[in-house]
């Protein structure tokens, strides 16, 4: 049961990690948290506060992008290790013979 979760997590997780880095990078170089450093502010707050609420704004669009193939995904993870769980079961209500 672990195995199948690793595996369809690895992939999202990877990609996800690399585009909140680049938004960070991306971020960190923009006029207001330069500002936000020039007024004497903790690091922490500024990057937490200021920097990473703004690189999250792409992340929660690219996390609504990858859900579908996620989703997809768990399907043939399911077939692969026999395991039967949620993401088949509209495949299972549809065969023929199933009742209500």
Known sequence: MLLPSILGATGGIAVLSRYVRSQM?????????????AKGL?????????ALRNALLPFVTMFGLILPGLIGGSVIIESIFSWPA????????????TTR
Do not use: F, I
Request: no cysteine.
């Open 42 to 50: 903790p690091w922490e707050m500024v990057h937490y506060k200021h």
């Open 25 to 37: 990078l991306e971020v960190e170089n923009q006029d207001y948290v330069r500002t936000a450093r």
């Open 86 to 97: 949620w993401a088949a079961w509209p495949m299972r209500r549809s065969s023929p013979g």
